[in-house]
C-alpha cells in the first residue's frame, strides 16, 4: 500500500506561479512511477506530468510543456510539480498518482495508477 498526500495548491494570478507536492509512504519502491493529473468539473481527469520509475525519465501533456516541470526527491519519497506561467485554464483540482507496476506506454492513463491523493486546488484568477 502506499499513500500520497499532496500540498501547495491555492489561489494565484495568471503568469504566477505555484509548486505542488506530494509526499508518499508506505511501499514506495524503485519501480514507482509518479504523475499529476487535474480535473474540471465536468470533464475527464487529463494527464499533467509524470516521471517514469526511479530513471528520472519525464513525460508532459502539450499544453504544460515548457511552463511545467515534475521532479522528485527520492530521498524524501516527494514528487514536486512546479508550475510557471500559469493560465487560467490551468485551474484544476490537481492529483497525485503513483503505481510501482507501470510500463511506458501506460504512463498517461489515470486507470492505470493503483494509487491516489486527496487532491489540492489550484485556481487561477484572470
Known amino acids: 500500500q502506499v499513500q500520497l498526500v499532496e500540498s501547495g495548491g491555492g489561489l494565484v494570478q495568471a503568469g504566477g506561479s505555484l509548486r505542488l507536492s506530494c509526499t508518499a509512504s508506505g511501499r514506495v519502491v524503485s519501480s514507482t512511477s509518479m504523475a499529476w493529473f487535474r480535473q474540471t468539473p465536468g470533464k475527464e481527469r487529463e494527464f499533467v506530468a509524470a516521471?517514469?520509475?526511479?530513471?528520472?525519465?519525464?513525460y508532459y501533456a502539450d499544453p504544460v510543456k515548457g511552463r511545467f516541470t515534475i521532479s522528485r526527491d527520492k530521498a524524501k519519497n516527494t514528487v514536486y510539480l512546479q508550475m510557471n506561467s500559469l493560465k487560467s485554464a490551468d485551474t484544476a483540482v490537481y492529483y497525485c498518482?503513483?503505481?510501482?507496476?507501470?510500463?511506458?506506454?501506460?504512463?498517461?492513463?489515470?486507470?492505470?495508477?493503483?494509487?491516489w491523493g486527496q487532491g489540492t486546488q489550484v485556481t487561477v484568477s484572470s
Open positions: 516521471m517514469f520509475r526511479n530513471y528520472g525519465s519525464t
Open positions: 498518482a503513483a503505481d510501482s507496476s507501470l510500463i511506458l506506454s501506460s504512463l498517461m492513463i489515470d486507470s492505470q495508477y493503483d494509487y
